[in-house]
């Protein structure tokens, strides 16, 4: 086990304040003196090179040494956050300053992207967004989890970690990113639409930023997957997913090479769930009349049945065999996933219940009381554009988890608010569609690529990415070029 020193850090003052403190700042302290006027309440210790322990009873591949600080802001009454900031020394430093996402609803730490960062050279720190667990309950009684979860974690741990990166090497982050999928994307939108200064370059992978309706899309799977008021179980099951795939592929599978098991463009696929009804006398191999009546429903997204308006995104087809991680809850099959969003965050009653809710009502008054909480779809990105920000977004084509389609149309909203021709758009903003990768990583498709590499070269020498090699699992030593959406190649 590695040498740790450690000494205990005092809070002085309120988070916010953390910037001024390092105004005429003396020469850059060592490792287990940083607690000297930071404004949080901090543990230190220096962690020499090898495989320590990270908090998590797990251990990493090798690291460098480096200064581990961990740290806990309260800006307000009922907020807890907690962060860490790893540091390499000041000689292996690069000068960049990079924040890593978060995953759902779980408070645990990315350490593996961290300790990538870590290798890389840059500081990486990353936060446990203001709450423990990995259930939206966290909230019951907690309301300012809720704020902390939305925005406030991420801006204010970008502070006080820059904060004390500035005291340590005794100047500030050349460059600063942020890199995030999933959860982890949505802090990225985040942070681009409302605190568009902490970061030069930001990579948001399949975002979910509208949050309030992704969970509203998760009940329509649920309640289109279940009759009503019987919660036993779904009226799809897996092998039914499974046909209904085989089933997008033979009707819409367009190739890019003949030995590809994934669609290459699923959102030009309609598949017709009725072409699988059962003929009279045959059970195996298709579907009864019930169950095309789900599958139709799901591949439509929910709707106002008074309007006929649009209210939730569907998935595409080419993603069918992951949506049943996604409609009910794994702990608790009978009832939708994250159903306690509803419970807690939406209508604090703990006696909510799916089937006497009147969907489109629901979902309106959610989306009034958390959206400006919680949700990231503002399209106006002026600001971050007027500073020169980058934003390299990215999204898989077979995501059973975040439809495609909502990352489509909040870029549409951005180029509609801000008056944008594709072209001009990806001077600044590129958007990367992926074929055959799942949610954030994974899938049989060319789904591996370095986004932080080139967010890099794009913020740090003007090189846009005009395409991003991408290599697959199943078929080692090849490489495709992913090109992005909407933008000119040079």
């Known amino acids: 086990m590695p040498s740790l020193r450690r000494r205990r850090m005092p809070a002085v003052g309120a988070a ?259 072409a699988l009804l059962c003929a009279p006398g045959r059970t195996t191999g298709c579907l009864t009349a019930e169950k095309v009546t789900a599958a139709r429903a799901m591949y439509s997204g929910a709707r106002d049945p008074r309007t006929g308006t649009q209210l939730t995104f569907p998935w595409l087809p080419g993603s069918e065999t992951g949506w049943s991680g996604y409609w009910a809850n794994p702990q608790k099959p009978d009832e939708p996933a994250r159903a306690n969003f509803w419970r807690v965050w939406a209508f604090d009653d703990p006696y909510w219940n799916w089937w006497h809710a009147a969907f489109a009502r629901d979902l309106a008054a959610t989306q009034a009381r958390l959206s400006p909480i919680i949700d990231a779809q503002n399209p106006d990105l002026s600001r971050f554009r007027a500073r020169g920000g980058k934003l390299l977004h990215y999204h898989g084509l077979a995501d059973p988890v975040v439809s495609p389609l909502d990352t489509l149309a909040y870029r549409s909203s951005v180029m509609r608010a801000m008056q944008l021709t594709p072209e001009r758009l990806a001077t600044w903003f590129r958007l990367f569609l992926v074929p055959g990768m799942g949610h954030c990583a994974g899938g049989p498709g060319f789904t591996a690529f370095d986004a932080q590499t080139a967010i890099e070269h794009w913020v740090e020498n003007g090189r846009p990415p005009d395409a991003l090699s991408t290599t697959s699992s199943r078929q080692p030593g090849r490489t495709r070029l992913l090109r992005p959406v909407g933008a000119p190649t040079s």
């Open 16 to 274: 916010m304040a953390a910037a001024a403190v390092l105004i005429g700042a003396a020469p850059a302290p060592v490792c287990r003196d940083l607690g000297t006027g930071h404004p949080s309440e901090a543990t230190a210790e220096s962690v020499a090179p090898g495989l320590p322990s990270l908090g998590d009873g797990r251990a990493t591949p090798p690291l460098p040494g480096f200064c581990r600080v961990t740290g806990t802001l309260r800006p307000v009454a009922g907020s807890r956050i907690g962060y860490e900031l790893w540091m390499p020394s000041a000689d292996a430093w690069t000068g960049r300053f990079q924040m890593v996402g978060n995953g759902g609803y779980s408070s645990t730490l990315p350490t593996a992207a961290m300790a990538d960062a870590l290798r890389r050279g840059s500081a990486v720190v990353a936060t446990d967004t203001g709450h423990r667990g990995d259930d939206p309950d966290f909230a019951r009684g907690r309301p300012e989890s809720i704020v902390d979860w939305g925005w406030r974690s991420v801006h204010l741990t970008a502070i006080a970690a820059k904060s004390i990166g500035r005291r340590y090497y005794g100047r500030p982050a050349t460059y600063t990113y942020f890199n995030g999928c999933s959860t982890g994307g949505h802090q990225a939108m985040t942070e681009a639409q409302r605190f568009p200064a902490d970061f030069d370059g930001i990579v948001a992978g399949a975002p979910g930023s509208d949050r309030v309706r992704l969970n509203a899309a998760f009940l329509w799977q649920y309640l289109a997957n279940h009759r009503p008021g019987q919660d036993d179980a779904p009226i799809l099951g897996a092998g039914d997913l499974a046909l209904l795939q085989r089933h997008s592929f033979a009707s819409c599978k367009a190739r890019i090479d003949p030995s590809d098991d994934w669609l290459a463009d699923p959102l030009s696929c309609r598949p017709v769930p009725s």
